[in-house]
């Protein structure tokens, strides 16, 4: 079945400082990709939507400059989290929709502590 | 706006037992509704899905899902559990466009703990 990577699966931080995490669709390509952000034992909720080729679409509430989205190809979209702090430690995981079929499918997650 | 409920927060079961676990949505036009597992620190596994057809859905694992379009309701149920199955559950809709879910709203998760 199609395959979603995370990278990394688990980082840990400085206050202060980017971190990029990355999600790679291995075997098809996505044109549109999703990040959501999950804090412990709550649900996930939609940061953005990620086109390729374009600008992402970010959600009521979450800061564009705070969280850098790219998604340059049809196989790849990173976020970032720039001068993270210890607020923004979460777990983060990515879909991304098969161009083909439409169907979704979601990443294994990212952990990101910030210290 | 589209939204979900799952009722129930945390739900307990002896190993065997049958299970079920609720959804509620709303969404002002036919919905694509999901049930999602979720193990701790990791990603999320599709178990099923529905858009249209059989209301009754059958995924993987042995769950199975019926779509109730006059309660707005998309319960799962699984006729007896394995302590494999002790995970968060996520039940969510998506928007339809072009014949495929766009993004994804989901319920707030039910964890399941099963007793041996």
């Known amino acids: 079945g199609a395959v979603v990577s995370q990278h990394p699966s688990w980082v840990i931080c400085k206050s202060g400082t980017s971190v990029k995490i990355e999600c790679r669709s291995l075997?098809?390509?996505?044109?549109?990709m999703f990040w959501y952000r999950q804090f412990p034992k709550q649900s996930l909720m939609l940061m953005a939507t990620?086109?390729?080729?374009?600008?992402?679409?970010?959600e009521q509430g979450v800061e564009k400059d705070k969280f850098l989205i790219n998604h340059a190809s049809l196989t790849l979209s990173t976020l970032t989290v720039t001068s993270a702090h210890p607020e923004d430690s979460s777990f983060y995981i990515c879909?991304?929709?098969?161009?083909?079929?439409?169907?979704?499918?979601f990443g294994e997650g990212s952990r990101l502590t910030v210290l | 706006a589209q939204s979900v409920t799952q009722p129930d927060i945390h739900i307990t079961v002896s190993e065997g037992a049958s299970l079920e676990l609720r959804c509620n949505y709303s969404?002002?036009?036919?919905?694509?509704l999901f049930w999602y597992v979720q193990s701790p620190g990791q990603g999320l596994q599709l178990l099923l899905k529905?858009?249209?057809?059989?209301?009754l859905v059958q995924g993987i694992k042995g769950f199975e899902a019926e779509f109730k379009r006059s309660q707005s309701s998309f319960n799962l149920r699984k006729p007896s559990v394995h302590g494999s199955d002790a995970a968060e559950y996520f039940c969510?809709?998506?928007?339809?466009?072009?014949?495929?879910?766009?993004?994804?709203?989901f319920g707030s998760g039910t964890q399941l703990t099963v007793l041996p």
């Open positions: 529905y858009f249209s057809g059989d209301t």
């Open positions: 969404y002002g036009a036919t919905p694509y």
């Open positions: 075997d098809f390509q996505a044109t549109t």
């Open positions: 969510a809709v998506g928007a339809i466009s072009s014949g495929s879910a766009r993004q994804l709203t």
């Open positions: 879909s991304a929709r098969d161009t083909g079929t439409g169907e979704l499918f």
């Open positions: 990620s086109n390729e080729g374009s600008k992402a679409t970010y």
